[in-house]
């Protein structure tokens, strides 16, 4: 167990609505990604931190912005969303070898 | 060759099987490779580390060919827990070590 707590868990919004996604780590882990995974997309890197207040772009950035203002939470949010954000939403955090540990997701739905 | 490439499956195979699937990558430089497991609606988690030639753990190995860059994992005696999608990831490369996913390999193990 690494930890990794996300929410919420479930979510369904309206189209042009802000939505934040949170995600809280209790390992004092450097750094934290946020993924999307769509069927036949796999996960795509959204935005990741490397610490607090560092963070970068991933390959699908587009629409998404973060934060990361202390070291356990790492927070996603969609300005103005969009049904094409419509996905599962996984946060991780790097472990001491480079691999990855997940979070539970968040099933996000834009009507 | 795209990044990390696996054949998506489905392997519908009996229980008490062997099978083994393989993943392709491109950034030459890689030198640590992972395997993760996804059940269904559920986050990845990780299943194996590769950091040299393979790896073993009870039922499962993980090989590693460098010459053509491609990993493999088989998994023998098959039992239905082992029902799953199974994801090779490759770190892309440069300071942040940043993961790239495969699209996944979806196994169904029968009665």
């Known amino acids: 167990d690494a930890g990794i707590t996300q929410s919420p868990r479930h979510k369904v919004t309206e189209t042009g609505t802000p939505v934040t996604l949170r995600c809280h780590q209790t390992?004092?882990?450097?750094?934290m990604y946020w993924y999307r995974q769509d069927p036949g997309h796999g996960l795509r890197l959204i935005h990741y931190?490397?610490?607090?207040?560092?963070?970068d772009k991933g390959e699908v950035s587009d629409g998404y912005s973060v934060s990361r203002s202390k070291t356990e939470d790492f927070l996603l949010t969609l300005e103005s969303a969009t049904s094409s954000q419509t996905s599962v939403y996984f946060c991780?955090?790097?472990?001491?070898?480079?691999?990855?540990?997940f979070g539970q997701g968040t099933r996000l739905t834009v009507v | 060759r795209k990044e990390v490439e696996q054949d998506p499956g489905p392997f519908n195979v009996p229980e008490g099987a062997t099978v083994a699937f393989n993943c392709t990558y491109s950034n030459s430089a890689s030198q640590s490779f992972f395997w993760y497991r996804q059940d269904c609606r559920k986050e990845p988690k990780l299943l194996m580390s590769v950091y040299s030639s393979g790896n073993e753990d009870g039922r499962f190995t993980a090989q590693l060919n460098r010459a053509s860059q491609y990993i493999s994992l088989l998994i023998r005696d098959s039992k239905l827990s082992d029902s799953a999608t199974y994801l090779c990831v490759v770190p892309k490369g440069g300071s942040q070590g940043n993961l790239i996913f495969g699209k996944g390999t979806k196994l169904s193990v029968k009665p």
């Open positions: 991780a955090i790097k472990g001491s070898s480079t691999e990855a540990f």
């Open positions: 390992e004092n882990h450097r750094y």
């Open positions: 931190s490397y610490g607090v207040k560092d963070t």
